[in-house]
């Protein structure tokens, strides 16, 4: 199985993309009387660009430069751009020094990166400049906004620089645009530091509210997002479903079994039960199964932490690396060897305690889980656990 590029979750955000571009693009055009043959030109630039910005934007993706694997399917860049096309359009009917280049860069440097804030803000710019036939010192205030807001707001989520990010964005604001207005002119009026009061407490505002709200939200480790990848109506949900009652029956119970084992260590329950339904979804793409598992996994867009565990299923490609990684195997080594023995061999409980132990204790001895960060303690714990646990393996559930 060959990973799928055009994935429809990514396919989507870029269409809609380059869509609002072409319109910015024209109403901006339209907005300044501009020449059908200028307009033209300007939509090839614009396709230059975008199929520049495009190719940069998958090879960011797999290179794993994106701040989290949410935004692996572009939707939150693809919303933060948009909303930079609307403000860039507005800003062309207020006076001239009234950027939102600040906030454009600091919004898509935390959804995005920073490499990715500075070309779409320079292009923006550069295309408002020529439409709006922008002074040279209102497009170096713009640029100079621009890279303010790119550098600062990565650096507003540091507790110990927010009180200096904070003046930075304000004062900055000011002295930039105080000081190409009278590199203009030559001369400075009362209301160009107005102007630069307010550009400055918007900037100001903009990055308060980003630090402490949209930042955190990015930067979040995906365990919400988990939950829905474990719906019913999850199409890989239904997928594994139709491919075999008895697989989809596995997955449920590891996913379960998984997420409690997490929480009794304090660790990334969601994330637990998302491998543990997912662990073996190779298996309906036939062998390989774990890269058929981790192709599947990319393909839908899954959170890297997730993959990653797929990426070491059964310790057969990659050495098991987390403790949740080690969590997942271990339940799944003792789901699956609870199945493939016969109802009447646990007649007693005691012997599905010996199967357990056994089990554990094998896969232990090799060393699998020695690189995962599992100490002695917690693989006790989980052990002890999954023993006492007589809710966790009812045999009347086992087919």
């Known amino acids: 199985m060959k990973e ?60 794993k430069q994106l701040p989290t694997e949410e935004c692996n399917d572009f939707k939150s860049i693809a919303v933060v751009y948009g909303l930079g096309l609307v403000a860039f359009y507005i800003s062309s009917y207020l006076p001239d020094y009234s950027s939102f280049s600040f906030c454009f860069a600091a919004a898509m440097a935390v959804v995005a990166n920073r490499e990715m804030a500075l070309s779409t803000g320079i292009f923006l710019n550069l295309l408002a400049a020529y439409t709006q036939n922008w002074d040279i010192h209102v497009l170096m205030a ?4 621009l890279l303010l807001g790119t550098m600062l707001a990565l650096a507003g989520k540091e507790k110990h620089l927010h009180l200096w990010v904070q003046f930075i964005s304000f004062f900055g604001t000011i002295v930039i645009v105080a000081s190409c207005y009278y590199a203009q002119d030559f001369i400075i009026k009362g209301r160009v530091f107005v102007l630069a009061a307010v550009t400055g407490a918007v900037n100001l505002l903009f990055l308060e509210i980003l630090t402490r709200s949209l930042e955190p939200e990015v930067q979040r480790t995906g365990e919400e997002h988990y939950l829905e990848l474990l719906k019913d109506n999850y199409p890989l949900v239904r997928s594994i479903r139709r491919f075999s009652e008895m697989d989809y029956s596995h997955a449920l119970r590891v996913s379960e079994i998984s997420g409690e084992c997490a929480r009794k260590l304090g660790l990334k329950e969601n994330l637990c039960r998302a491998a543990g339904f997912y662990y073996r979804i190779g298996r309906m793409e036939g062998e390989p199964y774990t890269e058929n598992g981790v192709l599947l996994a990319q393909n839908a867009c899954f ?71 599992l100490s002695m303690n917690q693989f006790l714990t989980i052990r002890d656990f999954l023993v006492k646990g007589d809710h966790l393996f009812d045999s009347d559930n086992r087919e």
């Open 142 to 145: 713009s640029v100079l906004l």
């Open 4 to 63: 799928e590029r055009l994935v429809k979750r990514r396919v989507v955000p870029v269409v809609i993309l380059t869509v609002l571009t072409l319109l910015f693009t024209f109403l901006m055009a339209i907005r300044n009387t501009m020449p059908l043959d200028e307009v033209v030109v300007l939509f090839f630039l614009d396709l230059i660009f975008l199929a520049v910005f495009i190719y940069f934007l998958e090879e960011e993706r797999l290179l």
């Open 303 to 373: 959170p890297e932490e997730l993959i990653q565990i797929l990426r070491e299923y059964n310790g057969e490609l990659m050495a098991i690396s987390t403790r949740e990684s080690a969590i997942v195997h271990m339940v799944d080594k003792v789901v699956t060897k609870l199945d493939l023995l016969d109802k009447e061999t646990f007649s007693t409980t005691w012997n599905q305690d010996m199967v357990i132990y056994q089990t554990l204790n094998e896969n232990s001895a090799t060393g699998i889980y020695d690189e995962s960060g």
